[in-house]
């Protein structure tokens, strides 16, 4: 089956830095990777996805990047805000349910 | 409507006791799915509703019970809980029947269970 590593664990950054998180994916026919925020007390919601005939999405602060022959994505946040605080999730969907990474605690600081 | 509603937010519960979780869309989603999240980790698939119908179960073991009474809700029936089993239950929905096509899970605020 799929397997996602993400890296690092934690990151923490000033107000204003930018922010980027890694993941990594072992099934070649991973062909979806969307991006989840999950604040504290609520369930993980979706902030951006790429699809694996797309190399690049941006959505305003927030961008992704795709690599499908090194099999590794990423996601870019500019201008940290402390709104941003939260544990993101990457995960790499195939032909079943997406695999998650294990998350990335961003600690922005004012 | 883009919210899927989980009752209750918390839930604390003995070994002995029998308790469900509730779970709502109104998006028209025919997939619907219950997650469990243990504190600092992803979370981990548990059941998979298809169009009504049980299509993927995780190995999840039998005192936890799922119910998928129409396309709008979700139950999970806990009966026998261990301590073990204490974490935020996420219940999810994705627009497709499918599994295999799903793509956007919208995601619920969950319920933190605690089994004593």
């Known amino acids: 089956g799929e397997n996602v590593e993400q890296h690092p664990s934690t990151l923490s950054v000033q107000e204003g830095d930018s922010a980027v998180i890694k993941c990594t994916y072992s099934d070649s026919a991973s062909n979806y990777f969307p991006w989840y925020k999950q604040e504290l007390g609520k369930g993980p919601q979706l902030i951006i996805d790429i699809r694996s005939n797309v190399g690049e999405k941006k959505d305003q602060r927030i961008a992704v990047t795709l690599n499908k022959t090194a099999k590794h994505f990423s996601l870019h946040i500019t201008e940290t805000q402390p709104e941003d605080s939260a544990v993101y999730f990457c995960?790499?969907?195939?032909?079943?349910?997406?695999?998650f990474g294990r998350g990335t605690s961003l600690i922005v600081h004012p | 409507d883009t919210e899927v509603t989980q009752t209750p937010k918390h839930l604390v519960m003995g070994m002995t006791n029998k308790k469900s979780l509730k779970c709502e869309q109104h998006?028209?989603?025919?997939?619907m799915y219950w997650y469990k999240q243990k504190a600092k980790k992803p979370p981990e698939l548990m059941f998979v509703?298809?169009?009504?119908?049980?299509?993927i179960n995780e190995s999840v073991p039998s005192r936890f019970s799922p119910e998928c009474p129409n396309s709008s809700l979700l139950n999970l029936h806990l009966h026998a809980l261990q301590p073990e089993d204490s974490a935020l239950y996420l219940c999810?929905?994705?627009?497709?029947?499918?599994?295999?096509?799903?793509?956007?899970?919208?995601f619920g605020s969950g319920t933190q269970l605690s089994v004593l």
């Open positions: 999810a929905s994705s627009q497709a029947g499918s599994p295999a096509t799903n793509e956007k899970l919208f």
């Open positions: 509703y298809s169009y009504e119908k049980l299509s």
């Open positions: 995960a790499a969907r195939g032909s079943y349910i997406p695999t």
């Open positions: 998006m028209g989603h025919r997939a």
